[in-house]
């Protein structure tokens, strides 16, 4: 059996996990049925993440070469692998999407041209920067998904509820190697990082809020007023938390390791989730009575009650 790490960012392994995506009916798309709207956030969010996560593993392989350090160079090449088989997935996600949702393949090109190109263009010092921002944010989706699966994913269709806690524990997992990355190489200039995360997020929050309005359109939530507001409203409450959490990402000094997520708040399946994956548990779907195995406890909470 494998070990696990106390701390969820030190010797993370890389889990080459395929989800049975294409066995997914469309009407699995709208995925949690407490929260429709989590559900149409995060498939949004997804549309550019495979696309990132390509850049992200190109700005690895470039500072890879420049890394002294020994653990960093171990650090970065599991956060290749792990990125690696999350765009595989994600791709495999966003073409299903584009089933139910037509403006998915517009999504994905700008993506993909956005990325590819900026990949080819940008000095190593842009590479490592923007994927430090960038990983702020993943990172912090990761941490507070899991804070509130109870509430949001519950109930989830089995399949993407297992996907998206495989992802969010990986994407605690690594949350500080892009950032170590950074620093090791342009540690003196904190600004610049400072700078990238505001680049990110302005990025990130453009390309989801256009996939996630075409998506809500497609759902015909616009034309219900009430309906309409909660989408709205549950954007703008998501947008406010992760700024709210991002915080602490523009003090001078900051380390991932040492977020209130992660420190205070960190999630018990994202414990407990690692420990049954490291013990050959299986984790490529998750229902209530599953993550009640994967607690050890009796019985996993009814998502109303939070």
Not at 20 to 45: C, M, Q, Y
Not at 136 to 141: E, G, H, I, N
Not at 144 to 173: F, K
């Amino acid at each position: 059996m494998a070990t696990v790490a106390a701390h969820p960012m030190q010797g993370f392994p890389v889990r080459p996990l395929k989800f049975t995506i294409d066995e997914l009916s469309e009407e699995d798309f709208l995925w949690s049925p407490h929260r429709p709207e989590l559900a149409v956030f995060l498939n949004a969010l997804g549309v550019h993440v495979p696309y990132f996560e390509r850049y992200l593993v190109h700005s690895m392989r470039q500072a890879r070469e420049r890394i002294t350090d020994p653990e960093l160079r171990q650090d970065a090449t599991a956060i290749i692998g792990q990125e690696a088989h999350h765009a595989h997935n994600f791709l495999k996600l966003n073409a299903r999407l584009a089933e139910r949702y037509p403006r998915m393949p517009e999504f994905e090109a700008t993506n993909k041209h956005y990325f590819e190109g900026a990949a080819g263009r940008d000095s190593l010092k842009r590479l490592t920067g923007f994927t430090a921002g960038y990983e702020t944010f993943t990172f912090l989706a990761g941490a507070i998904i899991l804070q509130n699966h109870p509430r949001w994913l519950a109930d989830a269709q089995p399949v993407m509820n297992a996907l998206w806690v495989w992802h969010q524990v990986e994407e605690v997992e690594h949350g500080a190697v892009a950032i170590d990355v950074y620093r090791h190489l342009y540690g003196d200039h904190e600004w610049y990082r400072k700078w990238m995360v505001l680049v990110a997020l302005t990025h990130i929050f453009r390309e989801t809020f256009a996939a996630y309005f075409h998506m809500v359109r497609v759902e015909g939530w616009l034309r219900r007023p009430r309906r309409a507001l909660r989408s709205v409203g549950f954007f703008l409450y998501l947008g406010g938390v992760f700024l709210k959490n991002a915080l602490p990402a523009f003090r001078r000094g900051y380390d991932p390791r040492r977020h209130p997520l992660v420190t205070d708040g960190q999630s018990p399946i994202q414990i407990a989730w690692r420990h049954y994956a490291a013990a050959g548990g299986n984790v490529l779907a998750i229902d209530r009575d599953k993550m009640a195995e994967i607690l050890g406890v009796a019985r996993y909470g009814d998502p109303a009650d939070g």
